[in-house]
């Protein structure tokens, strides 16, 4: 029950605050008390997975109707995911706490990490499925309602093409199911036996209808326009999470669903993958270069990031499986705390361009030094987070195909050259017009505790991933081909 | 397996010295910052002194006591090794750079960032050591990669100016191309051998067996080393470096930064050795960069400029030296030279702190002899040694080099004799133009003072350096060639021999005599030349033409990136898929405009679709 | 089969066909409505009678009731929309499109 | 014959002539003048309650009589018909007595639709359920419509276009008896596979098109949905539809003709012309109306492919779980609309600030017309695609997939509406009677709950055998 627990607690929390108001509580006591609640439940239940105590934490799953079961299992990959969601969940709710909103908004993010919750530890596609769309309700509204000035068009773009992959999503899954019924006579949505054919048409395009359907989410080019303009419009809470989290179900979904379904596709139908993957990181850094709004700019580099998640894990290899996995980990807390300060300057001044800032340095040192840290953990420094998942989805990609293991390379350097120069001209560059310079003040206690709890993480990933390696190995090690 | 305490003692004194300092110093008492790193740093030099002392006699430390990042299939672990080669740049790395520390505490007295300064100055420090120690290629790549970092942090110290900021990019980004390689040759190794084996000792008794893959890893890692260490074409970022603070300069171009390139070089030389055309392609490089950067030394006005010149015509040598299978005596080379363009630097330093300037140009100088004798006599020292003259430190690596370049003949002595006549000639020229010559009345009117003893005494050390370390060839050789990995031993360094003697010296006189008549003699005639001809007075200011290439590279790339971000993704790509919206409202209303309301339209469509459906029947 | 019948009655039924369609007056239209039914009537009774068959008969007895009552809505609808004496046509029914 | 007897004999028809006594009952009272809404609500309830225990008490083993049979669709769909009319049942005004009847009396046709043994029986009560209809949309026009231009208002202009659409399909249904008679001699179901027989099948299957409204036979859909009043509109587009699903189901099992392969195409093609319409209206129930047609063309879609994967009562759970779940949706819709009094769209602008309950109920509605998980709508439509799917037809459901994401945007256009928009409109919203407060509460508490609930299946299936 503890794991159905994960999924229904937020949601009940989501409930109870968004009902607050009507006792005269406040709302966002309550969410944030369900959210420390739920992340003390994560971290409790999964300490066996520290050392490899624990290998899978499983509820017995009941057949419901056509084979659809209602079971959920978490291994080591799903807990670390489990955890990183409702860390950041916190955070975003930490990271709007001075702002006057509604119960809604605290209530939408409890909502939104039940669902990511499900999505984590679903073991049945149709569950999987409801999860997956579920979380679009709950995003659609933190953009389109508490977001900056072209929110509503930015949600509905969100909505829709999440929605457009979705379709592609359930063709796939629908594909797998029917394959099974047909070879065994038997329903099941069990992503752990679904099986696709071993080739034929039926089987490209059942791999093809779950690229899309999860590609959307990573997002893969080019079904990836949606995220600039999301992030762009995105309340910085719902940055965080959009960002920290929910790019990572679509990689998640590749790596339980995808691959487990096509256990022999490596070098015959992968090495595209990887391609597009390769492509995703170079378009996604060439174009962050262009962008002169920070939000922009950190969402192309989202696009790069995750392609090289996706790189890793198309290679099969155990380092590169290992290290898209830890990849999604450290892209979640990178690019969370470069959303979470990137908000404190909305916050401050309501702008977001490169232009409209200049040596912010002088009045906000610590900002300076957390941003500095976060660019260099996102350029893939070594010693800090980024290197590790990139070196080793790098390296796994190598062992397979090194054309596109060398376009990967380049993509690490370009990353430098995006984000070092938007840094120096916010942070280091000219001063700009005073109105807006001078509005921007150092973290106050909070902010300061927020970005250390995520800087920590990022520094001791980077200096002793083993840890981490130790848990996501062996839960994404039977992919390895 | 234990690790030796002075191995431990090497990194966790600056790492407790930076967290001492960052969170307890940099907000109460900033100006005391330079107190704990300095004492870092002399518990890393005893340390490396008695490492060093263990590794001549004999006994190599290699350990591997951590992994890094571990599968059970594949692992990468964090190690040691120190053989003769980290050994000595442990020496230099330490001993270099703590007097550098001393010095800036002097040079930097009053800059209101102190405390920032000397974080980023011990993470450099810190930095180095960890890449010279280290045991494989990733975690070389480790620290490879955050001597970038505070590179990056320093060249760009103050930020205020535009044009340390761009310098700054510059060198993290050229940087950042060599690195390229580093990844590629990582990946590569990686790929062709078990993960393990990116541990040098594992590696290079392999060579032998491996597939022309390793050709590869040997072109990539000379990519690495030709950005890290300036040579040609991607050396333009480190005349720019001088943006920063002088001991910053001083510390990059003798200790860390541009000698880690050299160093890989040297590291990897069992590999590289054995790729085909690749040493005569570095020898060629390296030849190239010397003789070029020379040049362009000779005709710069900024001081540090002129050093910097000097300092990737001298990493040339080393590559040149290198190249020509003379490892021993390249990495000697580095080691004087490690000494005496500290000397210079810091020199340069105490001048421009004299003049209260960041930097100075050779207009703002001259007769400054009586003003600041001391540092005269010093950067005298410092630039016979550079020059190569006999006894001082300079001519005993350089002459190994240029001797090898001889013997190889052809355009190898052709370059040797251009270097040797190049190097003389361009720091006597700086010598003569700084310190005697006219004193220029600057307005406003300065007064000049020498530096206090803070910086001078350091800077004395260093100069007994320039001066004399070259008399312990033979010790070094011992040390240098002790724990070896390349399957072939270790070229000795020759001792004093008249022959390359009388070749280096006399070239070195004619530069040093062309200086003297160039600038005491006919002072106009450099300028006047050199403004009759506009054309080559741009050439030179231009590094003939490297540096437009640069701009037109950068401008290139950032057209492209508008051309993939805007133009296409934003405008082109996602207003498509944009305009689907406007394409299903104009499909919405011929689809809506069929219902007219008519009944008897509405009841044709009835006989239309059961035609269809009974035409269907047909087939 | 009995083919002159089904010759009549294809014949009656296009021809109702087309008044629905093509007519604009509701009452022609109506009637047109009735002889599709009468056409398919005078088949089917045809047909019961070639085949001896009263149930057939019986069924087209049925069916004639169940059109009668239709004529009979239908004649309620169409005299409802009666405005000063001139019967509607499908020009006035125009208000719901789109 | 004594009493129990007859009662025995009686049973198998008890739903039917429940129903035909509730008619008789509300035509007396109307006679002796004792009109009241309340004793009408109570006869109607009373034999829509005795139909729906007897259909329930109805064993479903075939054959009653010759005209007659019950089998588990049978009873399914009854079960859709009743759920259907029921909210309009309780919640109409029924100020007169003649819409009463016509509803009851079309519930009568709608019964014998299922129990039908032949095709003469489902042609008899296909005019019986048709009939009152068309008189109804006549008699309850909605409310706040601009009266008509020159000859009355806009339902009664719908229900000529509603009876000529009907009635010219009547006719072809007629006609397709004629040959199936011809062709086997008699009106049982089964045919015997001649040429003129298919034709008898496709005939009649047009006919059953008509009454779901797939296109191209869709346009008196709209402007009947439109102009008819809210709650009947929901009657409209449950009960009504399910009874032509139902026929077409029936038709398709028995026949062998080609149509059938032509039914997914036709499914797809309503679902992508509703889904283009629906972008196009600014009137609420206009746009509610297409919703439907998409929901019509779902239908059709899920039974070509019922029939193609070979027309099995237990495999029909798809159809019968999405009709039920519709008749939720749909309801809760329409009864938003009767509800609140709102025409446009844009009179929802501001509804989630000032009315929020409401908002919330009219936004599960909406997100389960749409079919977002986890709401019902997701759950019937996941069904129906699964079957389209395990039935190989890909491109027809690839097209659907489309067509759900382009009927998205308007649902989508109503969330933003009531909850994204600055601003409230001005327009007043009316408070509503607290009968159809709560039936659209239940329906979208239904509809934003089931679709996480798929073990409700198993009762669905169990209905199914």
Redesign the interface.
């Given at each position: 029950m503890i794991l159905t627990l994960f999924w229904a607690f937020p949601i009940v929390g989501a409930l109870f605050t968004l009902f607050s108001p009507a006792f005269n509580l406040r709302a966002r006591w309550i969410s944030l008390i369900c959210a420390a609640m739920e992340l003390y439940l994560v971290l409790e239940a999964g300490t066996g997975f520290w050392g490899g105590h624990l290998a899978s934490l499983s509820e017995p799953g009941k057949i419901l109707t056509y084979g659809i079961s209602y079971s959920f299992s978490m291994d080591g990959l799903s807990w670390l995911l489990c955890l990183l969601n409702a860390f950041l969940t916190l955070i975003a709710l930490l990271s709007s706490w001075k702002q006057d909103l509604s119960a809604g908004f605290w209530a939408s993010f409890l909502f939104l990490e039940g669902a990511v919750m499900g999505v984590f530890l679903a073991q049945d596609l149709f569950f999987f499925y409801i999860f997956w769309e579920a979380m679009l309700i709950p995003m659609f509204f933190i953009i389109g309602l508490w977001g900056s000035e072209n929110r509503v068009h930015a949600a509905i773009k969100f909505f829709l093409f999440t929605f457009f992959g979705s379709l592609f999503l359930l063709l796939g899954i629908l594909a797998l199911v029917v394959f099974h019924h047909q070879t065994t006579g038997a329903w099941s949505w069990d992503m752990n036996i679904l099986r696709a054919p071993e080739s034929g048409l039926y089987a490209i395009l059942t791999f093809a209808a779950f690229v899309v359907g999860f590609g959307v989410k990573i997002p893969l080019v080019p079904i990836h326009t949606w995220l600039p303009d999301a992030h762009t419009e995105a309340p910085a809470a719902g940055s965080i999470i959009l960002a920290g989290v929910l790019l990572k179900v679509g990689v998640y979904g590749f790596l339980r669903v995808l691959l487990p379904a096509f256990p022999n596709w490596g070098m015959k139908a992968l090495p595209w993958l990887g391609g597009l993957a390769a492509i995703n990181v170079i378009y996604g850094a060439l174009s962050a270069m262009a962008q002169m709004d920070l939000k922009r700019l950190i969402a192309y580099s989202s696009i790069a990031h995750l392609g090289f998640c996706v790189l890793g894990i198309a290679s099969r290899t155990a380092q590169g499986l290992a290290g898209g996995s830890l990849q999604l980990i450290n892209h979640g807390l990178t690019t969370g705390a470069l959303f979470l300060m990137v908000g404190f300057l909305y916050e401050r001044t309501h702008k977001r361009g490169l232009a409209d800032f200049g040596d912010l340095v002088s009045q906000a040192p610590l900002l300076t030094f957390f941003f500095g840290v976060t660019v260099f953990a996102s350029i893939g420094l070594p010693g800090l987070n980024g290197f590790v998942g990139e070196f080793m989805s790098l390296s796994g990609m190598a062992k397979v195909s090194l054309p596109i293991a060398v376009v990967g390379v380049f993509g690490v350097t370009i990353a430098a050259f995006y984000l070092l120069p938007a840094f120096q001209a916010v942070f280091l560059g000219e001063r700009k017009p005073a109105s807006v310079s001078s509005r921007v003040f150092d973290l106050d206690f909070r902010e300061q505790a927020l970005l250390w709890l995520l800087i920590v993480p990022m520094i001791a990933i980077g200096l002793h991933p083993g840890p981490l390696l130790n848990i996501v190995g062996p839960a994404v090690g039977k992919l390895i081909l | 397996m234990g690790i030796p305490f002075a191995v431990v003692c090497l990194f966790a004194a600056p790492v407790s010295a930076l967290l001492f300092g960052y969170f307890f110093l940099l907000k109460r008492k900033p100006e005391w910052m330079h107190w704990p790193m300095i004492l870092s740093c002399a518990v890393v030099g005893a340390a490396a002194a008695s490492i060093a002392a263990q590794v001549y006699s004999g006994h190599i430390i290699d350990v591997s006591p951590f992994k890094w990042m571990p599968l059970s299939s594949w692992s990468i672990s964090f190690g040691f090794r120190l053989d003769g080669l980290s050994a000595v740049m442990l020496c230099l790395v330490s001993l270099v750079g703590g007097l550098i520390h001393v010095y800036a505490g002097g040079y930097m007295e009053n800059d209101p960032a102190f405390g920032r300064f000397f974080l980023a100055f011990h993470l450099f420090y810190l930095s180095m050591i960890g890449l010279v120690v280290a045991n494989n290629y990733v975690q070389m790549y480790l620290f490879w990669e955050m001597v970038g970092l505070s590179s990056y942090l320093l060249i760009g110290f103050w930020y205020q100016k535009a044009s340390a900021r761009r310098a700054s990019l510059q060198a993290f980004f050229t940087n950042r191309v060599g690195d390229i390689g580093f990844f590629l040759a990582l990946l590569i190794l990686m790929n062709v051998f078990p993960a393990a084996h990116t541990r040098f000792v594992e590696l290079f008794p392999l060579l032998g067996k491996g597939s022309p893959a390793i050709s590869w890893v040997g072109w990539f890692l000379f990519l690495a080393a030709i950005a890290k260490s300036a040579q040609f074409p991607l050396y333009f970022w480190l005349p720019d470096a001088m943006e920063g603070p002088t001991p910053v300069s001083a510390l990059m171009h003798a200790a860390t930064m541009v000698t880690a390139g050299i160093f890989l070089m040297a590291r990897s030389w069992p590999l590289m050795s054995l790729v085909p055309h690749l040493p005569n392609t570095i020898a060629a490089v390296g030849a190239f960069t010397a003789v070029f950067s020379g040049i362009i030394a000779a005709t710069r006005k900024d001081l540090k400029r002129i050093l910097a010149y000097s300092t990737v015509s001298h990493l040339g040598i080393m590559t040149f030296g290198l190249g020509l299978g003379e490892v021993s005596s390249a990495v000697f080379h580095l080691v004087t030279h490690g000494f005496f363009k500290a000397a210079l630097f810091l020199c340069a330093g105490n001048i421009a702190h004299a003049l209260h300037k960041s930097t100075a140009s050779v207009d703002e100088t001259g007769g400054l002899l009586k003003k600041i004798p001391v540092t005269a006599v010093f950067f005298t020292v410092a630039a016979f040694s550079l020059s190569g003259i006999w006894p001082f430190a300079g001519f005993y690596s350089k002459d190994a080099i240029l001797g090898a370049a001889f013997d190889r003949g052809g355009w190898a002595g052709a370059a040797g004799f251009a270097i040797a006549f190049l190097s003389a000639f361009y720091i006597f020229r700086m010598l003569f133009l700084a310190f005697l010559g006219p004193r220029k009345e600057q307005n406003p009117p300065e007064h000049p003072h020498e530096a206090g003893p803070m910086m001078n005494a350091p800077l004395f050390f260093i100069v007994l350096g320039a001066l004399g370390i070259g008399w312990f060839g033979t010790e070094f050789y011992k040390l240098v060639s002790s724990g070896w990995l390349g399957a072939s031993p270790m070229v000795k360094i020759p001792g004093f021999d008249w022959a390359s003697f009388t070749r280096s010296t006399s070239m070195a006189g004619l530069g040093i005599l062309a200086a003297y008549l160039w600038t005491m003699q006919w002072p106009s005639f450099d300028w006047v030349w050199r403004k009759n001809v506009p054309l080559v007075e741009k050439g030179f200011d231009a590094d003939f033409g490297v540096k437009p290439m640069v701009a037109a590279l950068t401008l290139l790339v950032e057209e492209l990136s508008y051309l993939l971000g805007v133009l296409w993704d934003k405008k082109t790509w996602d207003g498509w898929i944009e305009s689907m919206s406007a394409w299903a409202e104009d499909a919405a209303k011929s689809v809506s405009s069929l219902a007219s309301g008519r009944l008897n339209d509405s009841l044709w469509w009835i006989l239309l679709g059961g035609g269809v459906m009974l035409l269907r029947l047909l087939k | 089969m009995n083919y002159l019948a089904w010759q009549i009655s294809a014949a009656l039924f296009v021809s109702g066909l087309c008044a629905v369609i093509l007519r604009k007056q509701l009452l022609v239209m109506l009637f047109g409505l009735e002889i599709m039914i009468s056409a398919a009537l005078i088949a089917l009774v045809a047909q019961a009678s070639s085949f001896q068959d009263s149930n057939g008969l019986a069924a087209a007895l049925i069916i004639l009731c169940v059109a009668a009552a239709e004529a009979v809505v239908g004649l309620s609808l169409i005299l409802h929309l009666r405005k000063n004496k001139t019967l509607p046509d499908t020009d006035a029914l125009m208000n719901l499109k789109g | 014959m004594n009493p129990a007897a007859l009662f025995l004999r009686l049973a198998p028809m008890g739903s039917g002539i429940s129903l035909f006594c509730g008619v008789l009952g509300v035509a007396f009272a109307g006679i002796f003048k004792k009109i009241n809404s309340g004793l009408i609500r109570a006869l109607g309830l009373l034999s829509l309650a005795l139909a729906a225990a007897f259909v329930f008490a109805q064993p479903a083993n075939g054959s009653i009589s010759a005209l007659l049979q019950a089998d588990p669709m049978t009873k399914a769909w009854c079960g859709v018909f009743y759920a259907g009319a029921l909210p309009f049942l309780i919640a109409g005004t029924w100020e007169d007595e003649v819409p009463a009847l016509l509803l009851l009396g079309s519930l009568l046709g709608m019964t014998l639709l299922a129990f039908s043994a032949n095709l003469?029986m489902l042609?008899?009560s296909l005019?019986l359920l048709s009939?009152p209809v068309?008189?109804l949309v006549?008699l309850t026009p909605a409310k706040g419509r601009p009266k008509?231009?020159?000859?009355?208002c806009?339902s009664?202009?719908?229900?000529?276009?509603y009876?000529?659409?009907g009635?010219?399909?009547?006719?072809?249904f007629?006609?397709g008896?004629?040959?199936h008679?011809?062709a086997t001699?008699?009106?049982a179901f089964a045919g015997n596979g001649s040429?003129l027989d298919?034709?008898a099948f496709?005939?009649m299957?047009?006919a059953a098109?008509?009454k779901i409204g797939a296109?191209?036979?869709h346009?008196?859909l709209?402007?009947v949905y439109?102009?008819a009043e809210p709650m009947l509109s929901g009657f409209l587009s449950t009960s009504v539809k399910a009874a032509g699903v139902f026929m077409l189901m029936r038709l398709g099992q028995y026949s062998q003709?080609?149509?059938i392969?032509?039914l997914p195409a036709i499914g797809a093609l309503t679902m992508i012309?509703a889904a283009?319409?629906?972008?196009?209206?600014t009137r609420l129930q206009?746009l509610l109306a297409y919703s439907s047609l998409g929901h019509a063309g779902v239908l059709v879609l899920g039974v070509g492919a019922w029939l193609l994967l070979g027309a099995s009562e237990k495999n029909a759970l798809p159809i019968f779980f999405y009709l039920f779940s519709y008749v939720f949706m749909s309801n809760g819709a329409f009864f938003f609309l009767e509800l609140t009094g709102v025409s446009e769209w844009r009179d929802l602008r501001g509804l989630g600030k000032t009315r929020p309950v409401l908002a919330f109920c009219f936004a599960a509605l909406a997100?389960s017309l749409a079919g977002?998980?986890?709401t019902a709508g997701?759950l019937a439509k996941?069904l129906v695609?699964?079957q389209v799917?395990?039935a190989g037809l890909?491109v027809p459901?690839?097209a659907a997939?489309?067509a759900?994401?382009?009927a998205?945007?308007y649902y989508?256009r109503i969330i933003?509406e009531m909850?994204?928009?600055e601003g409230v409109a001005t327009s007043k919203i009316e408070a509503g009677t607290g009968m159809v407060r709560l039936i659209v509460t239940l329906s979208a508490a239904y509809s934003a709950v089931v679709?996480?609930l798929?073990?409700i299946?198993?009762a669905f299936?169990r209905v199914l055998g």
């Open positions: - | - | - | 003469l042609f008899i005019e009939l068309y008189l006549a008509g231009l020159s000859f009355g806009p009664w202009e719908a229900a000529i276009k009876f000529f659409a009635s010219v399909s009547a006719a072809f007629l006609l008896l004629a040959c008679y011809s001699g008699g009106f040429f298919q034709t496709t005939l299957a047009v098109l008509f296109a191209p036979w346009f008196w709209p402007d439109e102009a003709a080609s149509f392969s032509l012309v283009l319409a629906a972008l196009n209206q206009r997100l977002i998980p986890p997701f996941f695609f699964w799917f395990k890909y459901l690839i997939s489309l759900t994401l382009a998205l945007v989508l933003r909850y994204l928009e679709g996480f798929p073990w299946l198993s299936q």
